[in-house]
């Protein structure tokens, strides 16, 4: 998980969104308590399209790359249809049903972080301080869940090799692994796999360092170090957990 810079909002959600989001505000203070979603304004192309460029083609819990295997799902932080404090709970709803088309409230996410982990699961350091409808202030919440467009996960997640973990035994670090489930087997799998070929890339570049003659190597040595330059790029895979390897660089 990386620090996510939002773009600038796309347009439908201006155009359309603010509109029917202000519509279900005045339909729950009339007394509704159920909403139908319009997947065709936070679910539209552009917003898709966004997205995926925003977050360098990206999950932005497992940093996953999404296109190649799926069309990934547009993630609601705050979830739009109810909410669950802890897994086991029922689920409370409305949810936030006046966020569905907030742009700062709209991720991309593969489908396993979203559907199999995270689904409704929005759990608080205090759940007596959640907005329960638009009339309360969303800012007086702590989430557990880490959100990358507005904190920077790395001061909160660390990694030992390919294993993810809270720094510090930090609470927001636990429950984001635990709600997104970043330390699924599949995924420390696939980070272990890249990891191995980077700690290999870097026995060379150490290698090389000792052997300044061997001119080869040395030119060996610089394709390896151009890897890894690319490797922590926020547009690389995993990058979260070769930049927690930097020090081993050096
Ligand atoms: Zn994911």
Redesign the pocket.
């Known amino acids: 998980m990386i620090f996510i810079q939002r773009s600038q909002e796309p347009a439908v959600l201006q155009n359309k969104g603010k509109a029917e989001q202000q519509a279900f505000c005045e339909a729950y203070d009339a007394g509704k308590r159920e909403f139908k979603f319009d997947s065709a304004i936070y679910g539209n192309p552009t917003v898709k399209t966004a997205l995926l460029k925003m977050q360098c083609d990206k ?6 790359k999404i296109s190649h295997i799926s069309y990934g799902d547009v993630e609601h932080y705050r979830p739009k249809g109810g909410y669950k404090q802890a897994e086991q709970d029922e689920l409370h709803a409305p949810g936030y049903y006046w966020l569905p088309y907030t742009w700062e409230n709209l991720l991309l ?2 489908t ?3 559907q199999q982990f995270k689904k409704n699961l929005f759990p608080l350091l205090a759940p007596q301080e959640r907005a329960l409808n638009h009339h309360d202030d969303i800012t007086l919440e702590q989430p557990l869940l880490i959100n990358p467009s507005a904190t920077d996960p790395r001061q909160y997640i660390g990694f030992r090799q390919e294993i993810p973990y809270a720094i510090d035994g930090n609470i927001y670090g636990k429950a984001t692994i635990a709600v ?1 489930g970043l330390d699924r087997e599949a ?1 420390n799998e696939k980070r272990r796999s890249h990891l191995a070929l980077i700690n290999q890339l870097i026995a060379v570049i150490k290698l090389a360092n000792k052997q300044l003659e061997n001119t080869e190597l040395q030119s060996v040595a610089a394709q390896a170090k151009q890897i890894i330059a690319e490797a922590i790029l926020p547009t690389a895979e995993y990058s979260a957990m070769i930049n927690a390897q930097l020090p081993a660089l050096h």
Do not use: T
């Open positions: 999950c932005c819990f497992c940093e996953s996410s593969c396993l972080c979203n997104v995924l």
